[in-house]
C-alpha cells in the first residue's frame, strides 16, 4: 500500500517535493475523498501492525528477562517501534472521535 504524499505543502526537502509531484495519488473522486472501505481497510492495515510491534516488543522483553538474549538493541528497538505505533494510532482515534464529535453536533 501506498501512502498519498501528494497534499504535502511546504516541506523543506527537495527529495519530498519531488517524490510528491510524481507520486500515484489513492482518489477516487475530484474532491480528493476516499473510499470509505479504503478508509477502513487502511484503518485495519494500521491497527493490526500496531499490534505486531507490540507484540515484538512483548517478546523481546520475555526474552530479555528470561536471560535468553543479551541484546538490549533489539530491545530497544522494538520497544521503540511499539511505543511510537501506539502513539500513532492513539492520535488517529483521537481525531476520528473528534471529527465524530463535531458530526453530531452539526444541525441539518
Not at 517524490?19 to 473522486?29: F, G, L, Q
Not at 502513539?87 to 471529527?99: C, F, G, H, N, S
Request: proline fraction near 1%; charge should be negative; hydrophobic fraction near 40%.
Amino acid at each position: 500500500m501506498a501512502l498519498d504524499i501528494t497534499e504535502l505543502y511546504n516541506v523543506s526537502s527537495n527529495a519530498i517535493r519531488e517524490a510528491a509531484k510524481v507520486a500515484p495519488t489513492n482518489r477516487v473522486d475530484t474532491y480528493g475523498e476516499q473510499d470509505f472501505d479504503n478508509i477502513l481497510h487502511t484503518a485495519v492495515e494500521n491497527l493490526t501492525t500496531t499490534n505486531n510491534y507490540l507484540s515484538d516488543a512483548e517478546n523481546e522483553e520475555i526474552k530479555w528477562a528470561l536471560g535468553e538474549t543479551e541484546n538490549t538493541h533489539d530491545l530497544s528497538i522494538s520497544l521503540q517501534k511499539a511505543s511510537v505505533a501506539l502513539q500513532y494510532t492513539v492520535a488517529i482515534r483521537d481525531r476520528l472521535l473528534d471529527a465524530y464529535k463535531e458530526l453530531i453536533q452539526m444541525q441539518i
